[in-house]
């Protein structure tokens, strides 16, 4: 799929394992904060947009510009990669857990069926739930009898 893509993509300057990893991580950074290309997209051309007529007095804020030209360059290639995915019915995790997210806070049965069948789910490790993984969970389980009981002690 990269060596197809048409280009060219001059701010996209790292090597090939390089770049695959980037496309991987952008795609699954996405995915994870349910985050559309084209938001990210509208994004960095704002930030473009108002860094043009800005004084970027060091090598740091210069390199602003730099990161979101390549980026939306990126972006270009991870759009190209979800096609492919879905031409062919691939789904990653990233994926899987976007979709269920979007299960579990559109049909709430979904989560009162779940409910029925577990009373209590510990989640370990909070600290690496991703966005999509914490609505996942919300929808699923925050949404039970007891939501609108007052917290006890």
Known sequence: MLREAPGPYPALTRSFPTLITDLLALDAELAEHLVPPERLLAYDSELLDALAGARLSN?????????AAARRELLDLV??????????????????????????????????????????????????????QRLLLSGLFGQGPAAGAPDTP
């Open 59 to 67: 090598a740091e804020l210069r390199k602003i510009p730099e990161a």
């Open 79 to 132: 759009v190209r990669y979800r096609a492919a995915k879905r031409s062919r019915d691939l789904l990653d995790f990233g994926d899987q857990i976007a979709r269920s997210a979007e299960l579990a806070t559109t049909r709430p049965e979904v989560g009162a069926i779940l409910r029925e069948e577990f009373r209590v789910v510990l989640l370990d490790e909070y600290q690496d739930t991703s966005v999509a």
